[in-house]
């Protein structure tokens, strides 16, 4: 019996989205369907699926698409159960946001084209040694990678005084670990020391921020999609204790951040949407697509860097901070 009431809430989760059916008849026409499956609710994965929609939807028409969109609340099972269910109702294409998407969609199918988003490094998602920067098969998508060695320089170029910088993300993330060990290697060629702060899940990233606020300088924090759903934490920590974080995307900039080199993810999405509007109508061959990239703008928090008495170098632009 507690077998059964522990699976419960997967089965019906499956059910409800096995409800959805494939491809669907508009008026005499085809639409094309496409399951969406997000990591977690925060702003960057949420604008990142909003410009996805809204250039397919402008490439292929009012009616010629529909959407199956699911989010699976930060829980790698539970983008399983969403990709699988998408399988089961045989969608022209899956959009994966963030990588443990990637992950589930790629041990799901081989066959049903695969497009991400807002996943940093796919050779490290994906495990593929010497990544080129085409992943091949039914996959491919978009990076928000940015240059990992200008984050190493901005700490530099606001705390050159520093001497520690903890190193805060979460352990379940293959893509923040690969943006640490580059960071980290850069910091230490830059004479800083670094420290190691990875936490499980939101419920120990409150005592992991803690420790590294009481042991650091300076707190450098990836592109990590736990971080940027639980930036008020770490605001909440790190603020009264004086103690600055850089943040690797505009969301945890402004969530927590004195300064970050974030990507526009809304255009991410529009690139992404871009591309399945291609393999959709068969102008492309997804095996065949490189991921692709947009550029970085340099940001600040305004109301942070007054907080802690900080002035701001040149060529930073204000964070944009959602009400």
Same mark, same amino acid.
Request: hydrophobic residues 40%; proline residues 4%.
């Given at each position: 019996?507690?077998?059964?009431?522990?699976?419960?809430?997967?089965? !019906? !989760?499956?059910?409800?989205?096995?409800?959805?059916?494939?491809?669907?008849? *508009?008026?005499?026409?085809?639409?094309?369907?496409?399951?969406?499956?997000? !990591?977690?609710?925060?702003?960057? !994965?949420?604008?990142?699926?909003?410009?996805?929609?809204?250039?397919?939807?402008?490439?292929?028409?009012?009616?010629?698409?529909?959407?199956?969109?699911?989010?699976?609340?930060?829980?790698?099972?539970?983008?399983?159960?969403? /990709?699988?269910?998408?399988?089961?109702?045989?969608?022209?294409?899956?959009?994966?946001?963030?990588?443990?998407?990637?992950?589930?969609?790629?041990?799901?199918?081989?066959?049903?084209?695969?497009?991400? *988003?807002?996943?940093?490094?796919?050779?490290?998602?994906?495990?593929?040694?010497?990544?080129?920067?085409?992943?091949?098969?039914?996959?491919?998508?978009?990076?928000?990678?940015?240059?990992?060695?200008?984050?190493?320089?901005?700490?530099?170029?606001?705390?050159?005084?520093?001497?520690?910088?903890?190193?805060?993300?979460?352990?379940?993330? $293959?893509?923040?670990?690969?943006?640490?060990?580059?960071?980290?290697?850069?910091?230490?060629?830059?004479?800083?020391?670094?420290?190691?702060?990875?936490?499980?899940?939101?419920?120990?990233?409150? &005592?992991?921020?803690?420790?590294?606020?009481?042991?650091?300088?300076?707190?450098?924090?990836?592109?990590?999609?736990?971080?940027?759903?639980?930036?008020?934490?770490?605001?909440?920590?790190?603020?009264? $204790?004086?103690?600055?974080?850089?943040?690797?995307?505009?969301?945890?900039?402004?969530?927590?951040?004195?300064?970050?080199?974030?990507?526009?993810?809304?255009?991410?999405?529009? /690139?992404?949407?871009?591309?399945?509007?291609?393999?959709?109508?068969?102008?492309?061959?997804?095996?065949?697509?490189? /991921?692709?990239?947009? *550029? &970085?703008?340099?940001?600040?928090?305004?109301?942070?860097?007054?907080?802690?008495?900080?002035?701001?170098?040149?060529?930073? *632009?204000?964070?944009?901070?959602?009400?």
């Amino acid at each position: 019996m507690k077998k059964l009431l522990t699976a419960l809430p997967a089965v !019906l !989760l499956c059910l409800g989205l096995c409800a959805c059916s494939g491809s669907q008849d *508009t008026g005499g026409e085809t639409a094309y369907t496409v399951g969406i499956c997000q !990591l977690v609710q925060h702003e960057a !994965l949420d604008a990142a699926t909003q410009g996805f929609q809204d250039a397919l939807v402008e490439s292929l028409g009012e009616g010629a698409v529909e959407f199956d969109l699911q989010n699976a609340q930060n829980d790698s099972n539970t983008c399983s159960v969403i /990709i699988n269910s998408f399988v089961s109702n045989g969608v022209d294409l899956i959009l994966a946001n963030a990588t443990p998407a990637l992950q589930a969609a790629v041990a799901g199918t081989g066959e049903i084209p695969i497009l991400c *988003t807002s996943v940093t490094e796919y050779g490290a998602a994906l495990d593929i040694e010497n990544f080129d920067g085409t992943v091949g098969g039914n996959i491919s998508g978009t990076s928000d990678l940015t240059s990992l060695d200008q984050q190493a320089a901005m700490i530099r170029e606001w705390f050159p005084e520093a001497e520690t910088v903890g190193m805060l993300y979460c352990s379940s993330e $293959a893509n923040s670990l690969y943006q640490v060990e580059v960071v980290w290697a850069e910091l230490e060629a830059l004479g800083y020391t670094c420290l190691d702060f990875p936490f499980v899940d939101s419920t120990d990233l409150g &005592a992991v921020c803690m420790a590294a606020s009481e042991a650091c300088d300076v707190i450098f924090v990836p592109t990590d999609n736990t971080v940027a759903a639980n930036a008020g934490i770490i605001d909440n920590i790190c603020r009264p $204790a004086k103690v600055p974080v850089m943040g690797g995307d505009n969301g945890i900039c402004a969530g927590c951040g004195v300064a970050a080199l974030p990507i526009n993810y809304y255009e991410l999405g529009r /690139i992404t949407g871009g591309m399945a509007a291609r393999i959709l109508t068969g102008e492309a061959d997804i095996s065949t697509m490189p /991921i692709e990239y947009t *550029t &970085a703008v340099k940001t600040y928090n305004p109301e942070i860097c007054e907080a802690l008495g900080l002035a701001v170098p040149e060529g930073y *632009t204000p964070v944009v901070i959602a009400e």
